[in-house]
């Protein structure tokens, strides 16, 4: 089927991020696996998986619109260098995506590719409720409890 180039482009632009997000992910559950912050490596390694299968919406739905999935590209790729970086680097990726998958959501609606649509709110649902209010919760949890506190029940 056919589809719409400007929506092809679109969902281009958000494998983008979610190739980014799913490398950030892993470079940081890495690092705190190497830290022994086992339950934040738990957790990270879990958000890559999640943008693993994000990726794999969008590169299906984009063959499926007879479009070529673009591989190489990174939008947002921050890696950071201690527990808080990393965390507010994560959260920014998360408010990029929802704010990309907004985006293309409205180009969808403009165009009338609701099926595109429907799917990309599958992934601004789980972008918005489970990744970034995780991640806004544990930079709270810094904030509320300290840096040593936070870090020790990360063990």
Known sequence: MKGNNDIINALNGLLAYEL???DQYFIHSEMYADWGLHK???RIA?????EKGHAKKLIERILMLEGKPDMTTRDGLNIGH???SMLQSDLDVE???GNALKDAMAL????KDFVTRDMLQELLDDTE???AHWLEQQLG???RIGLQNYLQSQM
Not at 46 to 50: A, S
Not at 108 to 111: A, D, S
């Open 108 to 111: 969808c609606e403009k165009e």
């Open 82 to 84: 201690d527990v808080p």
């Open 40 to 42: 934040l490596y738990e």
């Open 141 to 143: 949890l810094i904030q």
């Open 129 to 131: 409720r489970d990744h």
């Open 46 to 50: 879990h958000e890559f998986d999640d």
């Open 20 to 22: 980014a997000a799913m």
């Open 95 to 97: 408010y990029a995506v």
